[in-house]
Nanobody
């Protein structure tokens, strides 16, 4: 069974940085697509960033130039480096992957940007 466990969330001041980590229970070298999503209170879950096995990345317009997604297939980890954070980045961040057409999600980690 696929399990994803996120970590690294917390409280950060505007302009600060956080690095989120997602640990997968499977070998992700066979997993093409992995992504980070976020859901703010009262809003739908939305894609933040994604990365393929070939290293191609996509970002939501709101985080381009500030966030960086990366993956380490040897460690079965996916990361999200968040810089120059803004209050509107406050949300629960979840890791996602698809395997054989089935989507899997982690439990999420809370990120709060506030002074």
């Amino acid at each position: 069974q696929v399990q994803l466990v996120e970590s690294g969330g917390g409280l950060v001041q505007p302009g600060g940085s956080l690095r989120l980590s997602c640990a997968a229970s499977i070998d992700i070298f066979r997993v093409n697509y992995m992504g980070w999503y976020r859901q703010a209170p009262g809003k739908q879950r939305a894609l933040v960033a994604s990365i393929t096995n070939g290293g191609s990345t996509t970002y939501a317009d709101s985080v381009k130039g500030r966030f960086t997604i990366s993956r380490d297939n040897a460690k079965n980890m996916v990361y999200l480096q968040m810089n120059s954070m803004k209050p509107e980045d406050t949300a629960v961040y979840s890791c996602n992957l698809y395997q054989y057409g089935v989507g899997y999600w982690g439990q999420g980690t809370q990120v709060t940007v506030s002074s």
